[in-house]
């Protein structure tokens, strides 16, 4: 039988609030467009994009993030369909997090619309947990006219479920001491880890429950599931040691990019990875990072989707460097079947790039490195200037490039 995660005595337990945004983007967009809420709306690009975001009256007809529009379209409809204001977004965003840092210094930014607060050290000022919940929904509300769901728990991950729970525009408050009532209430798959090959593992074990998990032994888990077995069963039992990470260090830089028209040509996949290598090295360079590790991401015609990786022999910033190994990702896929409908590229195992780090035996690459820097601090003087390698640049009909 597993134990509670204790803690020292006399020292109060942790207060940790997940908070996250009630359908963004539509919401940012319902601001501005007051007219259309109540009804089924759909943000997303013109064309072959995907869903980025949808109303629950949309999701009731099954339409989810990241599914095609051309999908979305088929299951709803009469939904209204939204361009997406990137920067508004953004802006958004911005102000809210700038908010939950007024409420705590431990704020720990998941993305665009949510994210970790430790309140522990907030008591005296925001009041017991329930109080702290509805002072954050009632801040975002009065401030920003958005909706916002609060889980509040001693844990991490329990906090991100009881969000999960309290869907839309709720709050949550799940205290310690019915922390393993609240778990062992909740479905196999509520726990992080576990994606749709976990679950498999598990209902084959007979394991439909966290309690089912908790009241099975860990060499058990182990054994089927390696170390995700282990940390499921801790987790079952509340275990889980992991704080709100004021700054929280990017695990990957990437960026994709989804074709007008699908694509088989080669040198067009060449060029267009050579792209989102200089987009995602200009990104690894703003951050100070260098990546020991590339994945290339293919999305074929028929929409489904394969990744490939590679180490690297040393850390890199370098575009060049990227790209050379994500074409040589791509040319083992070959022969290809299909046609390309996106592309995309991730640096992965970011380290810190002090100067410590050697990059590179090759001179060459060193001067690559150079001239990129030379690039980004052009770009930064000059920020609307098209700076980029000549092999990028558009042909005029002329001949001539822009």
Do not use: C
């Not at 070959?334 to 810190?352: F, I, K, N, T, Y």
């Amino acid at each position: 039988m597993g134990s509670e995660q204790s803690r020292p005595p006399g020292r109060a337990s942790p207060i940790i609030a997940h908070v996250d945004m009630d359908a963004f983007y539509v919401e940012a967009e319902l601001l501005d467009k007051p007219e259309l809420r109540g009804r089924k709306i759909i943000v997303a690009g013109d064309g072959r994009s995907v869903v980025l975001s949808a109303s629950y009256q949309a999701r009731a007809d099954g339409v989810g993030s990241a599914m095609p529009l051309a999908r979305a379209r088929r299951l709803s409809p009469d939904a209204v369909v939204i361009a997406p204001h990137m920067d508004r977004y953004r802006e958004l965003s911005a102000s809210i997090m700038d908010y939950f840092d007024s409420l705590t210094d431990h704020k720990e930014q998941l993305s665009v619309d949510e994210a970790f607060l430790d309140l522990t050290g907030a008591r005296r000022r925001l009041g017991q947990p329930e109080q702290m919940g509805q002072l954050i929904r009632t801040g975002v509300r009065e401030r920003f006219g958005l909706p916002a769901t609060v889980g509040i728990a001693d844990r991490k991950f329990i906090a991100k479920i009881a969000s999960t729970r309290a869907k839309p525009d709720g709050l949550l408050v799940v205290p310690p001491a019915r922390r393993l009532e609240f778990l062992h209430s909740l479905e196999a798959d509520r726990l992080w880890g576990v994606g749709a090959k976990t679950a498999q593992v598990l209902a084959a074990m007979g394991l439909r429950t966290v309690k089912d998990i908790a009241e099975t032994p860990k060499d058990a888990l182990a054994h089927r599931l390696g170390a995700v077995g282990a940390q499921l069963y801790d987790l079952a039992w509340g275990i889980d040691p992991r704080p709100v990470e004021a700054h929280r260090v990017e695990k990957s830089i990437g960026a994709e990019e989804t074709f007008a028209e699908d694509v088989s040509d080669d040198s067009e996949l060449n060029k267009e990875l050579l792209r989102l290598a200089h987009r995602v090295a200009a990104r690894l360079r703003a951050a100070g990072l260098s990546a020991s590790g590339v994945s290339l991401k293919i999305r074929w015609q028929d929409f489904s989707t394969v990744t490939r990786s590679a180490t690297l022999t040393h850390p890199t910033q370098s575009a060049p460097d990227l790209h050379r190994h994500t074409v040589r990702l791509l040319g083992s896929l070959s022969p290809r079947r299909q046609s390309v409908r996106l592309v995309g590229l991730r640096a992965e195992r970011l380290s810190s790039a002090d100067g410590s780090l050697q990059l590179s035996f090759d001179a060459q690459d060193q001067d690559w490195l150079a001239a990129q820097r030379a690039l980004d601090a052009v770009a930064g003087k000059f920020p609307g200037a098209p700076v980029r390698p000549a092999s990028l640049l558009e042909t005029r009909e002329d001949g001539s490039r822009e």
